[in-house]
């Protein structure tokens, strides 16, 4: 679930496929002020697609709700739900939506997921699935279709790649403005709206308050509902969130110092396995190994399959995989094929590798990037948008970072979002978070793609609010055995404890890092 959005939407990067492969203050007191409460959905069975709502036997509806929430009576758009019934209607204790992360991240079945970690707990609440607005099953936003994508390069150059981000991030720009009526959707994209969507559920099922997990963008996005609905809160869970006195462009530009640093932690234990992988038998030399192999795709990409892979999307490729450190093998077998492909051998990758270029490939990761796109230019700063007008800013701070952050400093300080070139404004500035809402946020040490250092800035705008660390290298750290990795069996304990009781702990807590077999 995070890594697919993280790598389709969150980092935005439509840029780096057509030439890789050949396919403080309070927000105003009017942003939250009661609306009239839309109808009560009309709950029908989830269409043949939603295989997992369907054998949940899930409920499905369609919400209208306004555009602009500043203006209820105008034009309406549609919110796709899905609901499944709390199975102990006698301690039934309400509403838990979600949202999976992006931005651009759909989430229909994103609380029915929670269930595997969830377990007793779930059946004390009605489980509300929803797509945000303009994603999925939601009324959509479509940009126009893209051309064919540019041949792959056979002889490249940093600033080469550089200039082909640049004109795909304006083909991306233009193709979303063109379709008629784009105009006026495009405004309402930001996350500030999908938090008054939010409240127009609450309220369309006629509940005075709501409970909540999110993670990464959607842990920011629980903190924008807190500051423009802290009376709707019931309990409120955030994992993997973000400093909110920095931008988007800020925050990904924070990364690359712990992701040099989750490198470094790959290549000591990939240098303990190198008979194995034959890539050094020391730290650094393995290291060395990777920067050889980025140098050398900066200048010819390297042929794997049927796609020549650049530089950039190499980055992108080494940033999914080190985000958690169970994938410390299937990295380290990735980085051997790739320098064996960079040398003119014979290769076949191996699933993790294929896996992710055929993902690239598909409809899904063409949407989620556009999606992506949508809020990261539609918000005005926190937690989506705040990126630089100016292009050469980007190439500049990419020249900056190479020497500290030779690996991971060209892909984070990059254009990952094309809101330079993006056709409208944002509405509304940044959201400033700044209150008291009891909220149970988790945090990894060792996150990579949202520091620690950030989520230890929004607890203290949080007031009310505990923060569980867990001490492991990862991207989300609740229900982590249920997406197949290792368990945080203290932070999933704490998360269930409050959402089943309702009891914050008494102090923040710090988790011992689980044994990892690998």
């Given at each position: 679930?995070?890594?697919?959005?993280?790598?389709?939407?969150?980092?935005?990067?439509?840029?780096?496929?057509?030439?890789a492969?050949?396919?403080?203050?309070?927000?105003?007191a009017?942003?939250?002020?009661?609306?009239?409460?839309?109808?009560?959905?009309?709950?029908h069975?989830?269409?043949?697609?939603?295989?997992?709502?369907?054998?949940?036997?899930?409920?499905?509806?369609?919400?209208?709700?306004?555009?602009?929430?500043?203006?209820?009576?105008?034009?309406?758009?549609?919110?796709?739900?899905?609901?499944?019934?709390?199975?102990?209607?006698?301690h039934?204790?309400?509403?838990?939506?979600?949202?999976?992360?992006?931005?651009?991240?759909?989430?229909?079945?994103?609380?029915?997921?929670?269930?595997k970690?969830?377990?007793?707990?779930?059946?004390?609440?009605?489980?509300?699935?929803?797509?945000?607005?303009?994603?999925?099953?939601?009324?959509?936003?479509?940009?126009?279709?893209?051309?064919?994508a540019?041949?792959p390069?056979?002889?490249t150059?940093?600033?080469?790649?550089?200039?082909d981000?640049?004109r795909?991030?304006?083909?991306?720009?233009?193709?979303?403005?063109r379709?008629?009526g784009?105009?006026e959707?495009?405004?309402?994209?930001?996350?500030?709206?999908?938090?008054?969507?939010m409240?127009?559920?609450?309220?369309?099922?006629?509940?005075?308050?709501?409970?909540?997990?999110?993670?990464?963008?959607?842990?920011?996005?629980?903190?924008?509902?807190?500051?423009?609905f802290?009376?709707?809160?019931?309990?409120?869970?955030?994992?993997?969130?973000?400093?909110?006195?920095?931008?988007?462009?800020?925050?990904?530009?924070?990364?690359?110092?712990?992701?040099?640093?989750?490198?470094?932690?790959?290549?000591?234990?990939?240098?303990?396995?190198?008979?194995?992988?034959?890539?050094?038998?020391?730290?650094?030399?393995?290291?060395?190994?990777?920067?050889?192999?980025?140098?050398?795709?900066?200048?010819?990409?390297?042929?794997?399959?049927?796609?020549?892979?650049?530089?950039?999307?190499?980055r992108?490729?080494?940033?999914?995989?080190?985000?958690?450190?169970?994938d410390?093998?299937?990295?380290?077998?990735?980085?051997?094929?790739?320098?064996d492909?960079?040398?003119?051998?014979?290769v076949?990758?191996?699933?993790?590798?294929?896996?992710?270029?055929?993902?690239?490939?598909?409809?899904?990761?063409?949407?989620?990037?556009?999606?992506?796109?949508?809020?990261?230019?539609?918000?005005?700063?926190?937690?989506?948008g705040?990126?630089?007008?100016?292009?050469e800013?980007y190439?500049?701070?990419i020249?900056?970072?190479?020497a500290a952050?030779?690996?991971f400093?060209?892909?984070?300080?990059?254009?990952?979002?094309?809101?330079?070139?993006?056709?409208?404004?944002?509405?509304?500035?940044?959201?400033?978070?700044?209150?008291?809402?009891?909220?149970?946020?988790?945090?990894?040490?060792?996150?990579?793609?949202?520091?620690?250092?950030?989520?230890?800035?929004?607890?203290?705008?949080?007031?009310?609010?505990?923060?569980?660390?867990?001490?492991?290298?990862?991207h989300?750290?609740?229900?982590?055995?249920?997406?197949?990795?290792?368990?945080?069996?203290c932070?999933?304990?704490?998360?269930?404890?409050?959402?089943?009781g309702?009891?914050?702990?008494?102090?923040?807590?710090?988790?011992?890092?689980?044994?990892?077999?690998?």
């Amino acid at each position: 679930m995070r890594g697919i959005h993280l790598l389709a939407a969150g980092l935005g990067l439509a840029g780096l496929l057509g030439g890789a492969l050949p396919v403080g203050t309070a927000v105003p007191a009017a942003a939250a002020r009661p609306v009239p409460s839309p109808p009560a959905p009309a709950w029908h069975p989830c269409p043949p697609e939603q295989k997992d709502l369907v054998a949940a036997g899930a409920e499905c509806a369609s919400l209208p709700v306004p555009l602009d929430h500043a203006d209820p009576g105008g034009r309406t758009i549609r919110i796709a739900l899905s609901r499944v019934r709390a199975k102990d209607p006698a301690h039934r204790r309400g509403i838990l939506l979600s949202n999976p992360g992006g931005p651009g991240g759909t989430g229909l079945a994103t609380t029915l997921e929670l269930r595997k970690t969830l377990k007793a707990v779930a059946d004390r609440y009605d489980l509300i699935g929803f797509d945000p607005r303009f994603l999925g099953g939601s009324t959509p936003l479509h940009c126009a279709p893209a051309g064919p994508a540019a041949p792959p390069r056979s002889v490249t150059s940093p600033r080469a790649d550089f200039e082909d981000g640049l004109r795909r991030s304006r083909s991306t720009a233009e193709r979303c403005a063109r379709p008629s009526g784009n105009a006026e959707l495009l405004p309402y994209a930001s996350t500030r709206d999908v938090a008054r969507d939010m409240d127009a559920i609450r309220a369309a099922l006629g509940e005075p308050k709501l409970s909540y997990y999110g993670v990464s963008y959607g842990a920011d996005l629980g903190a924008v509902y807190t500051q423009l609905f802290p009376r709707r809160v019931d309990r409120l869970v955030i994992d993997s969130s973000t400093d909110p006195d920095a931008t988007q462009y800020e925050l990904f530009r924070r990364s690359g110092e712990p992701l040099e640093r989750g490198l470094d932690a790959w290549a000591a234990w990939t240098a303990r396995h190198a008979d194995t992988y034959r890539l050094g038998r020391t730290g650094p030399e393995v290291r060395a190994a990777v920067e050889r192999l980025l140098a050398g795709a900066e200048r010819r990409p390297v042929p794997v399959g049927r796609a020549r892979l650049g530089a950039p999307l190499l980055r992108l490729i080494l940033r999914q995989f080190v985000q958690h450190q169970e994938d410390d093998p299937a990295l380290a077998r990735t980085v051997r094929t790739l320098v064996d492909a960079s040398a003119g051998r014979p290769v076949e990758p191996d699933g993790e590798l294929a896996g992710l270029l055929a993902f690239l490939e598909t409809p899904a990761a063409q949407d989620g990037m556009t999606g992506g796109a949508l809020f990261m230019c539609g918000d005005g700063g926190w937690p989506a948008g705040g990126w630089p007008a100016d292009p050469e800013a980007y190439w500049r701070n990419i020249v900056r970072a190479r020497a500290a952050q030779p690996v991971f400093g060209p892909l984070v300080n990059d254009m990952t979002a094309p809101c330079a070139f993006w056709k409208t404004r944002p509405r509304e500035s940044a959201t400033r978070i700044a209150n008291g809402v009891p909220v149970l946020m988790l945090q990894a040490r060792r996150d990579g793609n949202v520091p620690y250092d950030g989520a230890l800035a929004l607890h203290r705008k949080l007031t009310g609010s505990r923060l569980v660390t867990a001490d492991i290298r990862s991207h989300g750290v609740y229900g982590r055995g249920a997406e197949g990795r290792t368990a945080v069996p203290c932070a999933d304990r704490v998360v269930n404890a409050y959402l089943d009781g309702g009891r914050l702990p008494a102090a923040d807590v710090t988790c011992p890092a689980p044994p990892v077999a690998r």
